[in-house]
């Protein structure tokens, strides 16, 4: 494939995937981002969203639930707190990344209050995009 870049996906139990992509999507914390072959390297943080690789066999979809990417001109690296291929997340695994972040929300401090906030609120549209509903 030409123009295709090195995408690996990792979680801290396993490694979820790892091809060449002509691109990949990302579910950015200060917005969606796209990333191609020759993108300037740049470090981001990953709040819950749908990440999206195309490769030789189509567009793969995955839920991450945050984590980080590192973009470097020749690849992309993604490290997900966990990550699930889209056909394969369950009403259940967004049951328990509601309920995951409502403790992460309750628990925090006025230091901590909006990054709480904005986790909740992103897990919210998630959970709208892929058609569940919340609790």
């Known amino acids: 494939m030409a123009d295709a870049m090195n995408f690996d996906l990792v979680c801290p139990e396993r490694s979820v995937a790892s091809f060449m992509a002509i691109e990949v999507q990302l579910p950015g914390s200060e917005g969606d981002m796209t990333a191609m072959i020759n993108h300037a390297p740049i470090l981001t943080t990953l709040r819950p969203g749908i990440l999206s690789a195309s490769g030789a066999d189509g567009i793969t ?75």
Do not use: H
């Open 61 to 135: 979809e995955y839920v991450v639930t945050g984590g980080f990417a590192e973009v470097k001109p020749d690849g992309v690296t993604v490290l997900a707190e966990q990550a699930t291929k889209r056909s394969s997340f369950t009403q259940e695994d967004m049951d328990g990344l509601i309920e995951g972040v409502k403790v992460l929300l309750d628990l925090s401090d006025e230091a901590t209050q909006n990054s709480a906030g904005k986790t909740y609120a992103d897990a919210l549209a998630l959970a709208g995009t892929l058609g569940f509903s919340v609790a």
